[in-house]
């Protein structure tokens, strides 16, 4: 069931995202060659904390880290650990916040020292996905409006989309009707209305689009373990067109 949110609900959501945003800026100047995934685990959590909110993932369904970190061929739900980022990776960080009640998620790919170009290139065209898709997110047009945004841009570059997992509805629960592809199906998908919140996640391979799941039954990787990056954002359809929730202000 798809819940449409109230302005007020909205703003609720803006609170939230605005922790996801901040944090993710607060990663993102501390990714640089010899830190350690679970440090930056743990700068997520006591930023968020100091914030007065919670880490969304940290226990869910079992999952031990404030943070997603994903490194290179690892697509998403990689788990912080002792893992060394060094010169020539790429980290995706996906992080989620719950306060008073309400869920912010967002994610970002970082580039860590200097990096090849193809890996460039490939960070440069998913976050265009990203935003290429919040482009449609106006009332009227329907969902696949958003897929095909996304899906066009990344298979125009040469890459590929993964298609086991994708965006969500998002409210009081992380993950709500309806899922958000990054690719198109049959059909036109639901209407968008006003106050339809969505986290829209462009996963884009620089290989094939098949993943696999790694021995820790979290990390999702490209089965080619060729590069993969991922950038997201908490948007909310209004009359004014997309709002972007998870953005600094």
Known sequence: MISLKSKREIELMRDAGRVVAEVLAELRLHCRIGVTTLELSRIAEAKTVKAGA????????????????SVNYQVVHGIPGSYVLKEGDIISMDFGAIYKGYC?????????GAISLPAANLLKVTEECLYLGI????????????????QSHGESHGY??????????????????????????????????????LAVEPMVNAGT???????DDWTVATRDRKLSAHFEHTIAVTENGPDILTKLV
């Open 54 to 69: 919670k880490p969304l993932f940290k226990g869910y369904r079992g999952f031990p880290g404030a943070l997603c970190t």
């Open 209 to 215: 689009e098949e993943t696999v799941i790694l021995s």
């Open 104 to 112: 912010g998620d967002g994610a970002i790919t970082v580039p860590i």
């Open 160 to 197: 590929s989309m993964v298609r086991d997992l994708g965006g969500h509805g998002i409210g009081r629960k992380m993950h709500e009707d309806p899922m958000v592809l990054n690719y198109v199906t049959n059909g036109r998908g639901v209407k968008l209305k006003p106050g339809l919140v």
């Open 135 to 150: 482009e449609q997110m106006v009332v009227g047009k329907h969902l696949s409006d958003v897929s095909r945004a996304i």
